[in-house]
């Protein structure tokens, strides 16, 4: 399947229902996209993301700036130095770096397994709380997927009342157990796995840094 028969794919979609399956962050910033004609007019956009997303690219560093408060409690409770204090700051939004990119590699890990078997990844965050598509005759096969077990917001929840999309998560947050087992794509299951998640990240990382 080529790019552009995966936007395709998308866009047969999202025009299918496009209220309810197009992202509120677009019609924020574009008049009237919830119908067909509306997203007709921004599919330069929308490719645009669709394609961009799928490109390797590094972790980014948080633009937020640390918390001096913080640095205070380190020092008074914990007995950490001011030039401690200043390591941790940098390791701290090095942390939040790795850990920011964590879900889009598993995404991107996901795709690798998931698209040669038929679906399509909703690369560029512009289809409402669905990560996978998979068209079967005229019935659509909808999947959410997040890395962590408490990563889900209310809104996701609420969208998918009524709605079949099957939801997965890879780890549980308060015990580290992990739920490849349970992917509920039964071809995909066997070919998914940590060990594979930790080789492709390993491999992207290095292919990035260009070692």
């Given at each position: 399947?080529?790019?552009?028969?995966?936007?395709?794919?998308?866009?047969?979609?999202?025009?299918?229902?496009?209220?309810?399956?197009?992202?509120?962050?677009?019609?924020?910033?574009?008049?009237?996209?919830?119908?067909?004609?509306?997203?007709?007019?921004?599919?330069?956009?929308?490719?645009?993301?669709?394609?961009?997303?799928?490109i390797p690219s590094p972790p980014t560093f948080p633009k937020t700036l640390p918390d001096e408060v913080v640095s205070l409690v380190m020092?008074?409770?914990?007995?950490?130095?001011d030039k401690e204090n200043e390591k941790i700051k940098i390791e701290h939004q090095e942390s939040m770096s790795a850990e920011n990119i964590?879900?889009?590699?598993?995404?991107?890990?996901?795709?690798?397994?998931?698209?040669?078997?038929?679906?399509?990844?909703?690369?560029?965050?512009?289809?409402?709380?669905?990560?996978?598509?998979?068209?079967?005759?005229?019935s659509w096969k909808l999947l959410q997927v997040k890395n962590r077990s408490n990563t889900e917001n209310s809104s996701s929840n609420k969208?998918?009342?009524?709605?079949?999309?099957?939801?997965?998560?890879?780890?549980?947050?308060?015990?580290?157990?992990?739920?490849?087992?349970?992917?509920?794509?039964?071809?995909?299951?066997?070919?998914?796995?940590?060990?594979?998640?930790?080789?492709?990240?390993?491999?992207?990382?290095?292919?990035?840094?260009?070692?």
């Amino acid at each position: 399947m080529t790019i552009e028969t995966k936007f395709q794919t998308i866009i047969e979609y999202i025009k299918f229902d496009p209220k309810n399956n197009l992202s509120g962050n677009f019609g924020k910033a574009i008049s009237k996209p919830y119908t067909v004609t509306g997203v007709d007019g921004i599919l330069d956009k929308l490719k645009e993301k669709f394609v961009s997303a799928r490109i390797p690219s590094p972790p980014t560093f948080p633009k937020t700036l640390p918390d001096e408060v913080v640095s205070l409690v380190m020092k008074e409770y914990y007995d950490k130095t001011d030039k401690e204090n200043e390591k941790i700051k940098i390791e701290h939004q090095e942390s939040m770096s790795a850990e920011n990119i964590v879900g889009e590699l598993l995404e991107k890990y996901l795709a690798s397994v998931l698209e040669p078997l038929g679906w399509v990844w909703c690369s560029g965050d512009f289809v409402k709380a669905v990560d996978f598509i998979k068209k079967e005759g005229s019935s659509w096969k909808l999947l959410q997927v997040k890395n962590r077990s408490n990563t889900e917001n209310s809104s996701s929840n609420k969208i998918r009342e009524g709605t079949d999309i099957e939801k997965w998560f890879r780890i549980n947050a308060y015990n580290g157990k992990t739920f490849w087992e349970d992917f509920p794509e039964e071809k995909a299951k066997k070919l998914l796995s940590e060990e594979n998640f930790k080789k492709f990240v390993r491999e992207y990382i290095q292919n990035i840094k260009g070692n």
